[in-house]
C-alpha cells in the first residue's frame, strides 16, 4: 500500500483548510509516528489483501505468503475481515446496476487540480454508471469519525471523479466511514455539482494555506486533527485563554451560556495545559530552555524491585508461601476479548459479563447516545406509575 504523504494531504485537509498557517506551523515539528499509526498500516494492508484475494487479483497462495508478514491478531483479522464483506456488500449493490461497475483497493487518487501536488489513497472506490461510492477504514478506537461532509473522503471523491466521471456520467457520490473497532459506520451522499463547487473553494484555501504568512485560526479541528503546533500557536493560546478565565468565577455565577460553552471546552482546556507542559519540559530538556519561576529536577519515584525472579526465590527459600507473596488477578474483559477473539469470547463467556447503566453525563446533542429524562419527566414517569398500581 502506497506510504508517501502529500504536503497538503487529504488527511490533514480538516486542519488546513479551516487554518491554513496551521501548514507552517506543523512543519516546525517532526512526525514521529505512534504504535497506533502503525497498527492501523497494518490493519490496512490486511485488508487490502483480503480484498484483492476475494476479487481474484491474487491467488491463495499469494495472500497466505503475504498476509504472514504481517504482525496481525485475532482481532485485526475479525475486524478487517467485517470491512471486507462491507466493501464486497457494497460493490455487489453497485454492479446489479451497473454489469460494469469497477472496485479499486489502495487506489491513488490524483488531487492535484485542486490541491498543488496533491494526492491521496482510497481505501476502496467503486464506480458504476452514475454512482461512486468511496470507503475509508478508520481503525483507531478513539473519537467516532463521521462521514457528514468529511473533506478526506470529499477531496478523494474529487480525485476520484476527475479519474471516472467522464466515462460513468456520475451523479451522485456516496462516501462511506468504516470503523469497526467502535461499531461507528456512517455514510454522506452528495451531488457531483455540490463537489465541484467546494472543490473551487477547496483550490482557494490550499493557495492560501501555502503562503508564508498564512495566519492561523483556532477551532475544534485543532484538537480532533491533532495538530502539533498547538503548544506553540497564538490563535489557539488566544482561545483557551479567552475561556480560561471563567476559571475565576464561582459556578454559581456563571450564566447557562457560560456554563455550556465551559463544559463543551473542559477537556480540550485539560489538554491544551498538558500540551505546553510537556513542550516546555522538551525544550527545557532537550535544549536548555528556561521559564521563569521553574526550574528542572528530578521527578518523584516509587521503590521497584530489580529482579523479580530473585525475591520470590529469597522469599520462598525463607519460609514464604506463594498465597503469601503472589497476586493472581482475572485478565480485563478487554484484554480477554482481544485474546479470545470477540467471536470466542461471546460463545464462552455468554451470560458472565455485564454491562451497567452508566452514570449521567452531560455531552454534546451530536452525540448518538439518546436523551436521558429529565427530573421533571422522570418525576412524572414515578408518578405514572404510582397512579397505574392503584
Not at 497462495?61 to 485475532?74: G, N, Q, V
Not at 479541528?221 to 485563554?241: H, L, M, T, V, W
Not at 455565577?253 to 480540550?268: F, H, M, P, R
Amino acid at each position: 500500500m502506497p506510504s508517501e504523504h502529500a504536503r497538503l494531504s487529504a488527511s490533514g485537509s480538516k486542519k488546513w483548510l479551516n487554518c491554513p498557517g496551521s501548514l507552517r506551523l506543523e512543519e516546525q515539528f517532526p512526525d514521529g509516528g505512534s504504535g497506533y499509526a502503525a497498527e492501523g498500516t497494518t490493519a490496512h494492508a490486511l485488508a487490502e489483501l483480503k480484498l484483492l484475494a476475494a476479487t481474484g487479483h491474487i491467488t491463495k497462495e499469494d495472500f497466505m505468503k503475504r498476509t504472514s508478514e504481517l504482525e496481525t491478531d485475532a482481532e485485526m483479522d475479525e475486524y478487517t475481515e467485517g470491512y471486507k464483506d462491507y466493501v464486497l456488500e457494497r460493490f455487489a449493490a453497485v454492479s446489479a446496476e451497473c454489469p460494469d461497475a469497477k472496485l479499486s483497493v489502495e487506489e491513488r487518487l490524483e488531487l492535484s487540480e485542486y490541491v498543488p501536488d496533491g494526492f491521496g489513497t482510497g481505501d476502496a472506490v467503486i464506480v458504476g454508471f452514475h454512482v461512486l461510492e468511496i470507503i475509508d477504514l478508520k481503525y483507531g478506537r478513539g473519537v467516532p469519525v463521521s462521514a457528514q461532509d468529511n473533506p478526506q473522503l470529499m477531496l478523494y471523491a474529487l480525485g476520484a471523479l476527475t479519474r471516472y466521471d467522464w466515462l460513468y456520467d456520475i451523479r451522485k457520490v456516496r462516501m462511506h466511514i468504516y470503523q469497526p473497532r467502535i461499531d461507528n459506520i456512517d455514510m454522506c451522499e452528495k451531488d457531483v455539482d455540490e463537489l465541484y463547487m467546494w472543490g473551487s473553494w477547496v483550490k482557494q484555501r490550499a493557495k492560501l494555506a501555502l503562503k508564508k504568512n498564512a495566519e492561523c485560526a483556532a477551532g475544534d479541528y485543532c484538537d480532533s486533527g491533532f495538530c502539533k503546533a498547538r503548544p506553540i500557536c497564538r490563535a489557539y493560546n488566544d482561545e483557551k485563554q479567552r475561556l480560561a478565565y471563567l476559571d475565576f468565577k464561582q459556578p454559581a455565577e456563571l450564566s447557562d451560556d457560560e456554563i455550556a460553552e465551559v463544559i463543551g471546552k473542559a477537556d480540550e482546556l485539560a489538554k491544551w495545559a498538558k500540551l505546553v507542559s510537556e513542550y516546555a519540559l522538551s525544550q527545557a530538556v532537550n535544549h536548555g530552555a528556561k521559564y521563569r519561576g521553574f526550574k528542572l529536577a528530578e521527578g518523584r519515584s516509587c521503590r521497584t524491585y530489580t529482579d523479580e525472579a530473585a525475591v520470590t526465590e529469597r522469599l520462598e527459600n525463607a519460609g514464604c508461601s506463594e498465597d503469601d507473596i503472589i497476586t493472581k488477578k482475572l485478565k480485563g474483559i478487554t484484554e480477554m476479548e482481544k485474546l479470545l477473539g470477540k467471536k470466542r469470547f461471546a460463545e464462552l463467556l455468554d451470560g458472565l459479563v455485564i454491562k451497567p447503566t452508566g452514570k449521567p453525563v452531560l455531552v454534546r446533542e451530536s452525540d448518538k447516545r439518546p436523551e436521558l429524562n429529565t427530573s421533571d419527566t422522570a418525576k412524572a414517569d414515578f408518578e405514572d406509575i404510582i397512579n397505574g398500581g392503584k
